[in-house]
């Protein structure tokens, strides 16, 4: 299904992005220059570069694995099915994400600067070295996907519904939240299935990563930030200095205001957490409103 964006736009207002994914958008510099929706297109096409990324390099080779009966853990044929559902919904959500790109390229003049990797890939990868002797490849990108489909379903229920996007923006949010309610009910139920037969060792190793994976995934991604503000027209000395202007105004937790309800349900009815001391521990790490009632 390819989506017509030309149409949805016909005579559309709005922002290409929600502005206080990282707060550069309201810089007093970035508004007094009217660059404001260019910096605004610019954290959308981070936002979909991330995504594409998150769909091909973290959650397909998941479903693959789970497909194929990699997780150390029985399961039934369903689940197995399941899950090469799971891949082509996100095969498909990769392809939203580049037509919408190329949709904001076309609208919007925006200068040549490569994307970096992203902030939770990298901390993806560091923290797989600590697990290296406990866990499997595959049960490590598991408990990765397990986070990342639970934090942004929860993200994207919020984000849908910002009646201020453009609504190419919103549409394309939309479906994607459509199946990630699917897909994080998928993996929530997975998960309670596989952990409890996963070796205490797996379970000790992973203890201490839960929370870390989830902050990786929500916390600003302070060069994505600088990349966009180089993409509006800003130097790299004004980009920097903008950016880190704007993470002092945000203070030490800045984040993408997102919920962890989903994530620490889907820990908790899982068994992942020993009980309601760790449970409360986690959530008091992630944020005070992290709580689940």
Known sequence: MSMDFSELERDAQGEWFHAEASGIANHPEVIARGRRQDVLAALLLGYLDFTFHLEARCIEPVGRDISLHR???????????????????????????????????SRVE??????????????????????????????????VAVVSETVITDSLQKDWQNLSLRPSVREVLLQHYKDEVR????????????????????????????SELVLAFTRIDAELSRVALRMAGFSEQDAQRIQEETLRTLGPMADRGVSYKLTLRAFREAGVLGGQREYEELAGALSPNALVP
């Open 71 to 105: 997780l150390d853990a029985q399961y039934d044929a369903q689940m197995a099915r399941d899950a090469i559902r799971v891949q082509c919904d996100e095969a498909f959500h990769a392809l939203m994400c580049a037509q919408l790109a190329d949709h904001v390229k």
């Open 110 to 143: 925006l200068c040549r600067v490569p994307f970096p990797e992203h902030l939770y890939f990298r901390r993806v990868r560091e923290l797989e070295a600590s697990t290296r002797n406990s866990l499997s490849a595959e049960q490590y990108a598991f408990c």
């Open 183 to 210: 897909h994080s009910a998928y993996f929530s139920q997975a998960l309670r299935i596989v952990w409890p037969q996963w070796s205490e060792e797996v379970k000790r190793t992973m203890a201490p990563l839960w």
